[in-house]
C-alpha cells in the first residue's frame, strides 16, 4: 500500500477580523486546492486568532480528508 504526499495551497478572505489586541477570534474563509493526484477544492469557513492559523487548519481538514479517502480506496 502506497500513499501519495497530500500537497495543497490555501487562499483567504477575512469575513470578520480578529480584534486588534488579541482577543476574541476572526472568521475567515478558507479555499484550499490540492496538487494531482488531489485536486480537489474546498472551501471551509474558519474561526481562528488570526489568516494564518485559518489557512494551518484549513490545510490540515483538506489533508485529513484526502488521507482518509486513500485509505478508503487502498
Excluded: C, H
Excluded at 495551497?9 to 475567515?28: C, E, M, Q, S, W
Excluded at 485559518?54 to 484526502?66: K, L, P
Amino acid at each position: 500500500m502506497k500513499f501519495e504526499m497530500v500537497k495543497a495551497r490555501a487562499v483567504i478572505d477575512v469575513v470578520k477580523a480578529p480584534l486588534p489586541n488579541g482577543v476574541g477570534l476572526g472568521t475567515f474563509k478558507v479555499e484550499v486546492w490540492g496538487e494531482e493526484p488531489f485536486d480537489f477544492v474546498r472551501v471551509y469557513e474558519i474561526q481562528a486568532r488570526s489568516d494564518t492559523m485559518a489557512a494551518q487548519e484549513g490545510i490540515f481538514r483538506f489533508v485529513t480528508e484526502m488521507e482518509e479517502r486513500q485509505a478508503k480506496e487502498n
